[in-house]
């Protein structure tokens, strides 16, 4: 393709550069992203967030990832309940010992 310029630049006839899907082979822009050199490391919390949302269990997420359970739960903000604690009620009074009975 030429393109011709005129003005005070030059009054030759140039080439225009060729677009870059012309110039770049089929096979290199068919290749990932990362076959490139352009990764993205997520952090952990990143990770637990995006299998989340794919719709992986919390076990399995713990599993992929080598981490705990509740290391899951704390990344995704999950509250557990507390177990119930025992309440400490007031000794109960020992009932007196029958009194035996003659009969």
Do not use: F, R
């Amino acid at each position: 393709m030429a393109v011709s310029i005129s003005g005070s630049l030059s009054s030759q006839s140039t080439v225009a550069p060729p677009s870059p899907a012309e110039s770049t082979p089929a096979e290199v822009v068919q290749k990932p992203v990362a076959a490139i050199g352009d990764t993205v490391k997520l952090s952990q919390a990143a990770q637990v967030h995006q299998l989340k949302q794919q719709g992986q269990a919390l076990s399995q997420i713990a599993s992929n990832l080598g981490i705990s359970v509740a290391t899951v739960d704390g990344y995704l903000g999950v509250t557990v309940p507390k177990a119930a604690s025992v309440a400490t009620a007031a000794p109960i009074a020992k009932a007196a010992a029958p009194v035996p009975t003659k009969g």
